[in-house]
């Protein structure tokens, strides 16, 4: 698994959030009055990292950890005014057991999205809870023009909003040759077309270079907002392995 994160060349405080460890990969896109996004963000993932000491993880306990973060959030933004309207993105991915075999569980709330990477190609798992979404799905405006969108930033779900409104959840066996995924957040999927995640996903040799060279794009890209990836790779299993081996093996007679 690799990370990284960056202002943007705008915001003078990165509001976002991030846990890459062990089983699970979240992040988390704040925002709120006064700057407080970055706590929203932050209390998200401290629910999170708690339950890497619990042992295997299960859909109920991601669940639990999202309300819980709701609860945190509210609670902290009752105890000061200044605070008052904060709260944050949340989405990820993580290896939990379900029917007693590992599965993936993919979680979304608000604009942050998991991609699914074959290859080159960065599918988008997540749904976007945002109005340029609705604009998209109604026919208004293309994918590309919501990147641009002024509206592109205003999210229809989120944590910190009483009552809670339920996360997204996608649930579904790891794959015999390998997965990766990418959780990232809007400052990332506004300066990127996927097309442009996936060739960069595709040429990098490792996680951590894959989620470097990812935000250093964006922000390259005009930087316009925090911009965080998190990119999760899993090898392939022995048999993967084995024909992988073949694949790759010179064969016999190809020299002069
Ligand atoms: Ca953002």
């Known amino acids: 698994m690799g990370a990284a994160t960056h202002v943007g060349r705008v915001r003078r405080v990165n509001e976002d959030s991030f846990l890459a460890r062990d089983r699970l990969a979240v992040v988390a896109d704040g925002m709120g009055g006064h700057a407080c996004g970055d706590r929203a963000s932050a209390h998200t993932v ?55 075999a590992p599965h993936w569980l993919v979680f979304n709330l608000g604009d942050s999205r998991v991609y699914r990477i074959t290859g080159t190609t960065a599918v988008q798992l997540t749904v976007d809870h945002s109005e340029v979404a ?85 922000v390259d890209a005009g930087g316009r907002d925090n911009v965080t990836a998190v990119v999760v790779r899993t090898p392939h299993d022995s048999v993967a392995t084995v024909d992988e081996v073949d694949v790759n093996t010179t064969p016999r007679g190809s020299y002069r």
């Open 46 to 100: 401290d629910e999170f990292a708690g339950l890497l000491d619990r042992g295997p993880l299960r859909v109920e306990l991601i669940q639990g950890a999202i309300a819980a973060a709701n609860n945190a959030i509210l609670s902290d933004a009752a105890s000061d005014a200044e605070r008052a309207g904060m709260g944050t993105t949340v989405t990820g991915v993580a290896s939990v057991e379900h029917d007693g």
């Open 134 to 218: 609705e604009m998209i799905a109604l026919g208004q405006i293309t994918r590309d023009e919501a990147r641009r969108h002024p509206m592109r930033n205003i999210v229809t779900r989120s944590l910190g909003v009483d009552p809670l409104a339920p996360a997204d959840m996608w649930l579904f066996p790891p794959s015999p040759d390998g997965d990766s995924f990418l959780a990232c957040s809007d400052g990332l999927t506004n300066e990127l077309t996927d097309e442009v995640i996936g060739a960069i996903l595709g040429g990098a040799p490792t996680a951590r270079d894959a989620a470097a060279a990812l935000v250093a794009a964006a």
